[in-house]
């Protein structure tokens, strides 16, 4: 059993085949090895013995594990109970010759065959022994050489395979078995020439290339169409296994890939090629030939026509050079139909084309599939599908049927809520949207409990102080002043309204009514502006309930026609194809009336129409919710907002203005203007609510009890300026804050204010009373800076929404804290503490994005931090941990961002620089000359720490030990053993050990007293070296 190449210490496994060739069973075992610890090759077995069947083989695994390096040659025993023979198949001859035996009479030839079945592709060797009766025998040797491989396939596979023709985005099968035929196990790697068997994703094209005109209409495959399953394969001497060609192409083509197979036969380190098989397949897709791609019914119905059924013809042609199998699928009002207009069964699907066969069908449409009057369309698709394809064919059916028909935009007309006595007209365009003329008459529908007329008496009014009694001016000038008053949207009269509820305006009241009228109603224009102007004022008023002053127990309906409240015109008339017409609808408001009717428009041959008219009439009345707005104290980036109610407790819909409003918009207020949103809108009737928006932002710069501030926390690490710039920046804000500081005193940590901050020679920062100020300042120039980007900016970019906030916030600070951990040893951890503290007075959320630290070997135990108050402190630790991340040495910088809600994003720069201790030899190799014994002879060389970090360093001696054999006498072992260590030590150094630090050089002498040794130089930490 040959295993070639084995790495050591790793199992390798082969198969050693036992026979009993005897008619009886045999126990066979494989015994174990002897002075296994010392070998220096172990194997074994894990099915050691078994039982072996009469006339059969057993395969028996054994494992090897080589322990040395070298040629190895050991041996393993297999041990058979009752046999002394071995149990190993025999060699069984790979020559025959025919015929074996005969008879040759005198003087005559007879020819002799023959036969070698090699079975490997090496020399085989052997003789033919001649044995002649009563006369001596002879030996002739043959030779014989097997070229080719001995692997073979049940099917017809190379070197040449042709598919044949198949469809596109249907994989193309081909099965088959391949058998190993030798003596050698086999390992068979199939690939695709051509394309890498590695990398089998789309490849890229190279910068620069040209498209030309051949690589455009031949593009090269990113994968091969064809792939052999299995691709690698372990084949064993008698074995089969199953293998499968598959090929898969998306578009219609004639492929040709070439399979290239490689072999490495038993145990040669090499792989040659042992088979070439061109595959060829054309793959084609269903090419179906349609009489038509769109069939198109077209019905005009005339009031005299009957609607029958219609039909149209199709037909289908196969142009493939394959059969296929066609499924229709059409959905109502359509039916396919045969030749002879019978609807297909459902039996008849799916229907088989042979090559160029032709299929006559015809399409059936039902006219009267919808009921009704109304133009109707059906568009359906008539899907063509493929067994052998997924590609589908569709066929547009499209069926019309046309009546005389009319197109209104709307169907109900709603005039609203009016005032008493005035009217409206609405217009509403009818076109006739069919092919045919049309005849139309307008009517109203009469006798519905949907149509109704009624008096709707005004609802009790509220009032903010109720009026004294008018006791001059007669019943005729209040009635003028109150029908003025109504018409020009003034103040609110019930006693109009409750007067008109009565009965007949014809019918006036007596004069003792007068006198009642004069108590509930002002008598002049200026006393009704004066309601209205107590209803808006800003003290809290009461609100007195005017009284009925009829018993109303329930609306009356009204004695007057339709034709009296509602007018239509035209009411007839005729309509050409296309034609449109003005309807004028027109409502009389009587005082207090609710009218809702029905107007019919009848098209003859054609359906009618119905068109819902409502309105009525009322007065105007309005509420507000508050007179007083109180905004409160709030952050400096955000937008006040406070709403108002107005409601329009009326029917009547009213116009309302805001005296002296801002010139700003609501996307862009000024600030410390109040702004009203809306200041001007028409009201609604039914009670409707407009919600007006006081819209302030403002800014105090002196000091003031509002303060505006922002959240954001404070770390007690240094702070380093990020250029030049923002270094002068920084400094103008330190001058500023040193004036600040000597009239303010500070408010955090409860520290004096600094006149001059205390910085180190980087130019870092460390006074936290400082930062706080100067982060202040900046915040509030930057947002001023905002402020005055968007006032002069373009119409567009000047709304102070949710975005300009955020801009608001994303303040540059000139300053970032440092954490810089200096040099670290690769394999060494290093964790450093630090606080946050909250030193604003809002209350502080926070969060670090800790995925900018993932393989940086930097890790923060703070993930996030809700609600943090104010002076408060929160303690984490940072933790750098460069074996983690397998870091290579170097410097390490990591900006972590930290993001405060409601705040800007701060900034930490973790630094530190891995490395590994090492020193530099000025000699790395000492040679000394000859020396006597009993001489000695010195060489010096320099050790040199070239890096940040301190080395140490020491010097052992590595002396090359004799080994003693055991089988020795013990008197003689011994005596060996105290030789070799009472041996003195031939070399010296000169000092052994030591430590540098970074930059430092030390001198080392080497002292040789022969006989020769040799000499180990180790640095702590420095495994490379």
């Known amino acids: 059993m040959t295993f070639g190449r084995c790495f050591l210490k790793y199992p390798y496994r082969q198969m050693l085949t036992l026979e009993n060739d005897s008619n009886l069973p045999g126990c066979y075992a494989v015994l174990p090895q002897e002075h296994k610890k010392d070998a220096p090759v172990w194997y074994s077995s894990p099915t050691p013995c078994g039982i072996i069947q009469p006339r059969s083989l057993v395969e028996v695994p054994v494992t090897l594990e080589a322990q040395v390096t070298g040629a190895q040659d050991p ?131 190279a910068i620069g290339a040209t498209k030309g005109k051949d690589s455009a209409q031949n593009p090269k495959p990113a994968c091969p169409v064809f792939k052999l399953r299995p691709l690698r394969m372990e084949l064993m001497p008698g074995k089969t296994v199953e293998m499968t060609l598959e090929g898969f192409s998306s578009t219609p083509q004639v492929v040709k890939e070439r399979l290239l197979c490689h072999a490495m036969v038993g145990s040669k380190a090499g792989k040659a090629q042992i088979m070439q098989v061109d595959v060829t397949c054309e793959f084609v897709a269903p090419i179906l030939q349609i009489s038509c791609r769109e069939i198109t019914f077209r019905v005009e119905k ?53 090559i ?33 394809h ?88 209040c009635s003028a002043s109150a029908e003025s008053s109504s018409r020009d949207g003034g103040a609110e009269e019930p006693a109009e309204a409750l007067a008109a509820a009565v009965g007949d305006p014809a019918q006036e009241p007596a004069a003792g009514d007068d006198s009642l009228e004069a108590k509930l109603l002002p008598s002049t224009a200026a006393e009704l502006e004066g309601t209205a102007e107590m209803e808006g004022a800003a003290e809290t008023q009461s609100r007195v309930k005017i009284k009925e002053l009829m018993p109303f127990t329930e609306a009356e309906p009204l004695t007057l026609g339709v034709e009296e409240v509602f007018d239509i015109l035209p009411l007839y008339g005729v309509l050409q194809p296309g034609e449109s017409q003005r309807v004028t609808f027109t409502f009389f408001g009587h005082a207090n009336i609710v009218a809702s009717v029905t107007a019919l428009c009848k098209v003859e041959g054609g359906p009618t129409y119905e068109i819902a008219l409502s309105g009525e009439a009322s007065l ?55 702004l009203v949103v809306p200041s001007t809108e028409c009201r609604e009737s039914f009670a409707g609510l407009s919600r007006s928006k006081w819209v302030t932002w403002s800014r105090k710069k002196s000091p003031s009890k509002e303060r505006a501030s922002f959240p954001g926390p404070t770390w007690t690490c240094p702070r380093t300026p990020k250029e030049t710039k923002s270094m002068r920046r920084s400094s103008e804000v330190t001058a500023k804050v040193e004036d600040d500081s000597q009239r303010v005193e500070a408010v955090v940590l409860g520290e004096p204010a600094a006149v001059e901050p205390p910085m180190n020679d980087s130019g870092t920062v460390f006074d936290t009373r400082l930062q706080m100020q100067m982060e202040q300042v900046l915040m509030e120039e930057h947002a001023l800076e905002q402020q005055k980007a968007l006032a002069s900016g373009p119409s567009e970019e000047t709304a102070f929404d949710q975005r300009a906030r955020r801009r608001l916030l994303k303040a540059e600070l000139p300053e970032e804290y440092v954490l810089d951990f200096g040099y670290v040893i690769l394999r060494n951890i290093h964790t450093h503490v630090m606080k946050i503290t909250n030193t604003k007075q809002f209350p502080v959320s926070f969060h670090t994005d800790g995925r900018v630290l993932c393989d940086t070997g930097f890790s923060v135990d703070l993930d996030r931090v809700k609600h943090l108050p104010c002076c408060k402190t929160k303690t984490f630790e ?48 000492l040679e000394f000359s000859a020396v006597q014994c009993g001489q000695c002879q010195e060489e010096t060389a320099q050790l040199h720490n070239q ?26 072992h011994q005596k060996l053993l105290q030789e070799s260590k009472a041996k003195p030590c031939v070399f010296k150094v000169l000092p052994s050990a030591g430590a540098l630090a970074p930059g430092q050089h030390c001198n080392v002498q080497v002292r040789l007293s022969p006989p020769e040794e040799s000499q180990a130089l180790s640095i702590e930490e420095d495994p490379y070296f």
């Open 390 to 477: 997924p590609q589908e064919e569709q066929v547009t059916v499209r069926g019309e049927v046309y009546f005389p028909n009319l197109h209104f935009p709307t169907m109900a007309v709603d005039f609203g809520c009016l005032l008493n006595d005035t009217e409206a007209v609405r217009y509403v365009r009818m076109t006739n949207c069919s092919p045919l003329p049309v005849r139309y008459h307008w009517s109203f529908l009469m006798d519905s409990h949907v149509d109704q007329m009624r008096f709707s008496p005004p609802a009790p009014k509220f009032f903010i102080k109720a009026q004294p009694p008018k006791k001059e001016g007669g019943r005729s000038a």
């Open 878 to 925: 940072v933790r750098f941990d460069p074996p983690s991340a397998n870091l290579p040495l170097g410097a390490v910088d990591v900006l972590l961002p930290i993001k405060a809600a409601r705040g800007p994003t701060f900034h930490v720069h973790l630094r530190a620089n891995v490395t590994v201790p090492s020193l530099c030899l000025s000699r790395d190799r």
């Open 620 to 674: 105007i009345d309005y509420l507000l919710d508050t007179t007083e707005i109180d905004c409160g104290l709030k952050l400096f980036n955000k937008v006040t907002k406070a709403e108002v109610t107005l409601q329009n407790s009326g029917k009547v819909g009213f116009t309302f203005a805001v005296l002296s409003p801002s010139a700003a918009t609501a996307n862009s207020p000024l600030p410390g203007v109040p």
């Open 947 to 972: 890096l940040q970090v301190p080395c140490k360093w020491f010097i052992t001696m590595n002396e090359p030990v004799k080994k003693v054999d055991k089988r020795l006498p013990a008197r003689v």
């Open 356 to 388: 160029g066969e032709e299929l006559h069908l015809s399409i059936r449409f039902n006219p009267a599939y919808e009921e009704g009057l109304n133009i109707w369309v059906a568009e359906k698709a008539l899907k063509i599908r493929f067994l052998e």
């Open 302 to 354: 005339q009031p005299s026509d009957v609607l029958t059924l219609q039909y149209q013809p199709l037909s289908l042609k196969n142009m493939s050079s394959l059969p296929l199998s066609v499924v229709l699928a059409l959905e109502q009002p359509f039916v396919i139909c045969d030749a002879d207009r019978q609807p297909l069964p459902a039996d008849v699907q799916p229907m088989k084309l042979e």
């Open 75 to 205: 041996v393993a025993r297999v041990a058979v109970f009752g046999s002394e023979g071995s149990p190993l198949a025999g060699k069984r001859s790979r020559w025959r010759i025919e015929p074996s035996k005969g008879v040759i009479p005198p003087e005559t030839e007879v020819s002799v065959t023959i036969i070698a079945n090699l079975d490997d592709t090496e020399k085989f060797r052997d003789e033919v022994n001649l044995f002649i009766e009563n006369s001596r025998s002879y030996v002739i040797p043959v030779r014989a050489v097997g070229i080719g491989t001995t692997i073979v396939t049940d099917k017809p596979f190379g070197p040449e395979l042709n598919l044949g023709r198949h469809f596109s985005l249907d994989p193309c099968c081909y099965h088959f078995k391949m058998t190993n035929k030798g003596r050698r196990t086999q390992y068979l790697y199939w690939t695709t020439e051509g394309f890498s068997p590695f990398h089998r994703h789309r490849r890229l094209p």
